[in-house]
C-alpha cells in the first residue's frame, strides 16, 4: 500500500458562483477530508487560487487532480509534496489584559514570529506565523493563560520550482 502523506493542491480557477462547492464536491465523492483550505486572488488579474492540504497517497492526489480539471472553471490544477512548497499559517490569540505584562508571554513571543496587534482594557491579541507545528507549540503555551478566542488561518503556499500554471495564466490574461 502506498505511503499516505501531506498534499497540498494549488487549483486555478475563474471566480464563479459555487466553484467551492464543485472543487469541494471532488474531495467528498472520495471520502477525502480537507485538513486545511484557503482562497486568494492569483498573480494574474480575475483567476483565484485555491489551496487545499489533505493527506492521501500520490496515487489518489493524482486521480484527485484529474478530477479537479474536469471542472469547466479549473484554469489548472496541480499537487505538491512538503519539499517542494514554502508555506506559512497565520493565528490570532485574543488573551486577558491582566496578562499583558506577563513576563513568560513576553519570553514565548521571542522566539516566534509573534507580536501584539491589538490592544484594549480588557484584552489583546497576538499575531504568530509559522508552520502548522508552530502555530500548534504557540496554541500550547498560551492555552493555560486563558484564550479568550484562537483562530488560525489554512495554509498558504508557493512553489519552490515555476510551476507549469504560469505560461498558461499569460494565455488567459
Do not use: C, W
Not at 479537479?68 to 484554469?75: D, G
Not at 500554471?165 to 490574461?173: G, P, R
Amino acid at each position: 500500500m502506498e505511503k499516505i502523506r501531506n498534499f497540498t493542491f494549488s487549483v486555478y480557477t475563474e471566480n464563479n458562483v459555487g466553484i467551492l462547492n464543485r472543487l469541494s464536491a471532488i474531495f467528498l465523492k472520495r471520502h477525502i477530508n480537507i485538513e486545511s483550505m484557503t482562497v486568494s486572488k492569483s498573480e494574474i488579474d480575475n483567476v483565484h487560487r485555491f489551496t487545499f492540504v489533505v493527506n492521501i497517497s500520490e496515487i489518489q492526489a493524482r486521480k484527485v487532480v484529474g478530477q479537479l480539471e474536469k471542472q469547466i472553471e479549473v484554469i489548472g490544477a496541480f499537487y505538491h509534496t512538503e519539499d517542494e512548497i514554502i508555506y506559512n499559517e497565520t493565528a490570532l490569540f485574543k488573551i486577558s489584559s491582566e496578562h499583558l505584562y506577563d513576563e513568560d508571554i513576553q519570553e514565548k513571543m521571542k522566539f516566534r514570529r509573534a507580536h501584539i496587534i491589538a490592544i484594549t482594557e480588557r484584552y489583546f491579541v497576538i499575531e504568530a506565523s509559522g508552520l502548522k507545528d508552530d502555530i500548534d507549540n504557540m496554541y500550547e503555551k498560551l492555552k493555560p493563560y486563558g484564550l479568550l478566542q484562537f483562530v488560525r488561518s489554512g495554509r498558504i503556499a508557493i512553489t519552490k520550482p515555476k510551476m507549469a500554471i504560469s505560461e498558461l495564466l499569460k494565455e488567459f490574461n
